[in-house]
């Protein structure tokens, strides 16, 4: 079955700063990559994703990245600020099934 | 539009007893997926249902069920608890259009606590 690996567990920056993370997965056939962000004593909330005839997907201060010959794709955040701070899980599905294998998360920490 | 609705958000469960979850899934979704989310474990998934019809299953004990009624409402059932059953348990909605379109949305879960 599927895999995906997350890097790092924990992200310190300070606000304003840029924030990266990186996910692999292992089966070649996944071709949907969703981001979600989860606050403390609430759901995993879907705030970007991206399909495998994309390579890169933009909205405002967040993009994903996607490199499929490598199977890793990243979350990139700018200009980060305190309400960022939040635990992120990449996940990756096959299209037409709604099954998702999460990464373990990151926890950001956005510094003021 | 009304996003997921679980029920209950808490509860506490002695071991060997049963407990039931509800999730009600975004008017027009048609897939409910159950999520088992732990601190060591992470997010994994449990079962997905469509149209009334288990799709899909995680690697859990056979003590894990569910179901899902003709309005997409699910529940999941947990027999004969243990303290490793202590989780947050996630519901996620899908509108699942043949083709893809399989953005998943969660709803707060269910904290489940067993003593």
């Known amino acids: 079955g599927e895999n995906v690996e997350q890097h790092p567990s924990t992200l310190s920056v300070q606000e304003g700063d840029s924030a990266v993370i990186k996910c692999t997965y292992s089966?070649?056939?996944?071709?949907?990559f969703p981001w979600y962000k989860q606050e403390l004593g609430k759901g995993p909330q879907l705030i970007i994703d991206?399909?495998?005839?994309?390579g890169e997907k933009k909205d405002q201060r967040i993009a994903v990245t996607l490199n499929k010959t490598a199977k890793h794709f990243s979350l990139h955040i700018t200009e980060t600020q305190p309400e960022d701070s939040a635990v992120y899980f990449c996940a990756a599905s096959i299209s037409g099934y709604s099954t998702l294998t999460f990464g373990k998360g990151t926890m950001l920490l956005v510094s003021p | 539009k009304a996003g997921v609705t679980q029920t209950p958000r808490y509860l506490i469960k002695t071991r060997g007893q049963q407990v039931t979850l509800s999730c009600s899934p975004i008017s027009g979704h048609r897939s409910v997926s159950w999520y088992q989310q732990t601190p060591g474990q992470g997010l994994q998934f449990l079962f997905e249902?469509?149209?009334?019809?288990?799709?899909n299953k995680g690697n859990f004990p056979g003590r894990f069920s569910g179901r899902q009624f003709s309005n997409s409402r699910s529940e999941m059932n947990v027999s004969t608890l243990e303290l490793g059953d202590s989780a947050l348990y996630l519901c996620?909605?899908?509108?699942?259009?043949?083709?893809?379109?399989?953005?998943?949305?969660f709803g707060q879960g269910t904290r489940l606590t067993v003593v």
């Open positions: 996620a909605s899908s509108l699942n259009r043949a083709g893809g379109n399989t953005e998943a949305f």
């Open positions: 249902y469509f149209s009334e019809t288990q799709r």
């Open positions: 991206i399909r495998s005839n994309v």
């Open positions: 089966d070649s056939a996944s071709n949907y």
